[in-house]
């Protein structure tokens, strides 16, 4: 993945990717790339979700968001991570290597249809296992809508807050998934909803 992030940023900042500032807390995503996250065990599948990548660029400084959204079999809620890297075009030009994720990790982070005003927050927020990310649960029926909304391409903002910030960078972008990985990703989902029904307690 690390590798995926660089070549995105390079590619921007060679094809003349960047914006101009905007005055508005709200920016538009110079790109967003999604990937579906398939798990399976010998019940079928275990854990479904979408692998967001997400650049920021403005004038030099690029903002890379990287951030996950799971529903699993086992758990009645959903799983969030999330993190970014921050560079510069002329930074990722000269080096080999991609930068790491900014530290310390964000301190809250939430997302939402661009169409509604209702956003899927965080709940119970742990260090990642991953240096610089956070991990949280988060309510299971809007995280299924929220990917659903992404895997179909409707527009999304998200934030990820961090300590230094004042104000939350509102960043929206709209990514539908192809045919290819949508499929696989609508299976999966509805395989562990159906194992989330099967197990939930009884209401007797």
């Not at 590619?11 to 508005?24: D, M, Y």
């Not at 979700?49 to 004038?59: C, E, R, Y």
């Not at 510069?88 to 661009?114: D, G, R, Y």
Request: charged share 20%; proline share 4%; with cysteine.
């Amino acid at each position: 993945m690390k590798k995926i992030i660089y070549l995105m940023i390079c590619a921007f900042s060679l094809g003349g990717g960047s914006q101009s500032v905007l005055a508005q807390i709200v920016v538009q995503a110079a790109s967003a790339k999604l990937q579906p996250q398939i798990g399976r065990d010998d019940k079928g599948y275990s854990t479904c979700g979408i692998h967001a990548v997400v650049l920021n660029i403005q004038g030099q400084s690029v903002d890379v968001y990287d951030f996950s959204i799971n529903i699993r079999a086992n758990m009645h809620v959903g799983l969030i991570k999330a993190g970014k890297i921050q560079t510069s075009t002329k930074k990722m030009l000269e080096n080999k290597s991609p930068p790491t994720a900014v530290q310390p990790a964000p301190t809250n982070f939430w997302i939402a249809k661009e169409a509604e005003g209702s956003a899927l927050r965080l709940q119970k927020i742990i260090p990642g296992d991953t240096p610089g990310y956070i991990l949280a649960g988060a309510d299971l029926v809007k995280t299924y809508d929220i990917l659903l909304g992404m895997a179909n391409g409707e527009r999304i903002q998200f934030a990820t807050r961090y300590k230094s910030q004042r104000l939350d960078t509102v960043v929206s972008f709209g990514t539908a998934l192809s045919d290819v990985e949508f499929q696989p990703l609508m299976a999966c989902l509805t395989g562990v909803t159906d194992r989330l029904q099967e197990e939930a307690p009884s209401q007797d």
